[in-house]
């Protein structure tokens, strides 16, 4: 497995993981406890399942090396908070375990665990153990920061720390996962999500001759009309109608009549979108691989998938109202990226996905409090902006 990376040093993850450290001030440390504590019950969770569902539960290797890397961030954010280098207490663990290594910016995760260890897809026996003597040493880390016995002592706090490092890589030995895959998974999925710099894609349909490609702009006048005593959603863009009329579909009104924004939100900041681009007869049937994957049925289905469960996450949070950049669920994220897994989109970075969610929930908003606006997707500058239609 460590064969898919290069060499990571313990001090150069640290570095990089504090990047996308979100907390700062007094209740910063608490903050990472609480996290430290979380990450190590979820690694737990893992085995759990493994063992309850071991006939069904996929991704045994994977989930362990995510938990085992936010544990790791974790427990690097308290390391740091408390002054303390996360290779120092690397070089102890490994040390107490009988190895010979030195700390510094030199040590590498390879070094603090055997040459070869056996790649498992199920845990030894005594992970369990290891498991539960690694929550264990984090209690009692909890344990003391609350009642003020490590206090200023930094001697104190790196003795727990050095604990809980001999046995997080205890159980990466036992699991079968790498600690250096671990980190390496951990700073690709924290900077897929809160990344360094933010560095646009290139469009899908970039190659694809322009009657094929989804528009760069685009201008649609979203409004409701009554007709026959019910409400609808008509859309038009350049004096044509786009797509059918629209009711909500739902029990109770929910303005769920006015989505098609969202799907808007999508072409605006990713670039894709198979309905729309069905609705615009765009489909690239010039490849028709594209033509029966990307831009099929299925893929229509998945896009409306991923719209509705996105819509039933916002109506618990007021549609988003007071979450900005940076602060969407990386879980919620996360399964958006699993529901589309197999087509291009799944290639967009989460902090991505978040941008077309977050500005498409604008426009949402926008459209429920007047009824009615003009939507303007523009790609060149990944935003989709919303205005009033004039008189």
């Known amino acids: 497995m460590t064969e898919e990376f290069e060499t990571l040093t313990v001090a150069d993850y640290a570095k990089q993981a504090a990047r996308t450290d979100q907390r700062s001030g007094r209740s910063a440390l608490g903050f990472s406890m609480l996290g430290l504590f979380g990450e190590v019950g979820s690694l737990l969770s893992e085995a759990k399942k493994k063992q309850r569902d071991a006939a069904s539960y996929l991704g045994y290797a994977d989930a362990v090396a995510e938990e085992l890397g936010d544990v790791l961030w974790y427990l690097g954010a308290v390391a740091r908070r ?19 290594v030195t ?11 055997p040459v070869h260890i056996p790649i498992g897809k199920a845990p030894m026996p005594q992970f369990e153990h290891t498991l539960l003597a690694l929550a264990g040493a984090v209690g009692t880390l909890v344990d003391d920061f609350q009642s003020g016995v490590l206090g200023k002592d930094r001697s104190a706090l790196s003795h727990r720390l050095v604990a809980v490092m001999r046995l997080l890589v205890r159980a990466a030995d036992e699991s079968g996962v790498t600690i250096e895959a671990a980190a390496v998974k951990n700073l690709h999925k924290i900077f897929d999500r809160w990344p360094r710099e933010r560095v646009y894609p290139a469009p899908f349909d970039s190659t694809m001759d322009l009657e094929e490609q989804l528009p760069r702009k685009m201008t649609i006048d979203v409004y409701e009309r009554t007709v026959r005593g019910q409400v609808f959603v008509y859309q ?54 594209i033509d029966e994957v990307d831009d099929g049925a299925r893929a229509v289905l998945t896009e409306e998938g991923v719209t509705t469960w ?13 979450v900005k950049r940076g602060g969407l669920p990386l879980d919620m994220l996360k399964q958006v990226r699993q529901m589309v897994a197999g087509y291009e989109s799944e290639r967009c970075p989460l902090w991505l996905w978040e941008d077309a969610i977050l500005q498409g929930y604008a426009a949402f908003r926008f459209l429920q ?20 239609i004039p008189s």
């Open 82 to 100: 408390g002054g303390i280098a996360l290779a120092d207490i690397a070089a102890a663990a490994a040390s107490e375990d009988g190895r010979t």
């Open 103 to 113: 700390g510094g910016g030199a040590l590498t995760f390879h070094a603090l665990q």
């Open 236 to 289: 038009r863009s350049g004096g044509v109608f786009v797509g059918d009329r629209l009711t909500d579909n739902a029990a109770e009104p929910d303005d769920y009549r006015f989505h098609d924004v969202f799907h808007y939100a999508y072409i605006a900041v990713l670039g894709w979108s198979p309905v729309i681009r069905s609705l615009l007869r765009l489909k690239r049937k010039s490849v028709p691989k």
């Open 310 to 322: 996105i819509f039933g996450q916002a109506q618990q949070l007021a549609f988003f109202e007071k």
């Open 369 to 388: 409090h007047h009824r009615r606006g003009r939507v303007q997707i523009d790609f060149a500058n990944r935003r989709l902006r919303i205005k009033e």
